[in-house]
């Protein structure tokens, strides 16, 4: 009878075979990553492994959600403050997530994962991107809400929503390529682009 993993253990175990295998992905590539590879960064047999993945597909894509809860709960206390308004908060929300590239690990490894799976065209782009959605989602709210407050001029919200997450989307692969970029000296003009949104 195949054992069992405790309970307690379960989770933990899975978190530390996630980051064995994010440190392959982003040595070698996803296609040249083998489970062998990943078994021996973790010490563990490959019928061990199957206790807690099937496949290294199933590892990248418990990595993406995994990677991704954690960065939501990272900005929830930006979103969750009421005191603040809705330009308020996407003024402090764009610069915060810029500054994540620089001191939070998780937002650097999934920004790499995601150029990985970019440039192999793996399927598990399309989990990314939807998570990556939620991102311009929630920019649309805040702007519909600054509208419906008059803090906010009139515009068309779907538009502008995809054209702060584009913003964001192009400073994040342009740190990912360009390492030791200095992020603070472009939240000034970054800050300058968003001062245009306040209605008049």
Same mark, same amino acid.
């Given at each position: ?72 709960? =990272?900005?929830?206390?930006? #979103? ?6 809705? @330009?308020?908060? !996407? $003024?402090?929300?764009? *610069?915060? &997530?810029?500054?994540?590239? =620089?001191?939070?690990?998780? #937002? ?6 995601? @150029?990985?799976? !970019? $440039?192999?065209?793996? *399927?598990? &782009?399309?989990?990314?991107? =939807? ?11 805040? @702007? ?57």
């Amino acid at each position: 009878m195949k054992e069992v993993p405790k309970i307690v253990d379960y989770e933990a175990k899975k978190r530390m075979i996630m980051e064995k295998a994010v440190d392959s992905f982003l040595q070698k590539g996803f296609h040249n990553t083998h489970l062998v590879d990943i078994t021996s960064a973790c010490g563990i047999g490959r019928t061990t492994i199957y206790q807690y993945f099937r496949n290294k597909d199933e590892i990248l894509q418990y990595t993406i959600v995994h990677l991704f809860e954690s960065l939501r709960e =990272d900005f929830r206390i930006i #979103l969750a403050d009421e005191a603040e308004s809705p @330009l308020q908060t !996407i $003024r402090k929300l764009i *610069p915060a &997530i810029l500054r994540e590239y =620089d001191n939070n690990r998780k #937002l650097v490894v999934l920004v790499d994962l995601w @150029l990985i799976m !970019i $440039r192999e065209e793996h *399927p598990s &782009i399309e989990l990314v991107n =939807d998570h990556m959605a939620q991102i311009r989602h929630t920019f649309q709210e805040l @702007l519909d809400q600054g509208i419906e407050k008059g803090e906010i001029r009139e515009m068309p919200t779907p538009s502008m929503a995809f054209t702060l997450y584009v913003l964001v989307e192009s400073f994040l692969i342009h740190l990912a390529l360009h390492q030791g970029e200095d992020v603070q000296k472009h939240i000034g003009s970054v800050q300058l682009l968003l001062d245009s949104l306040q209605a008049s």
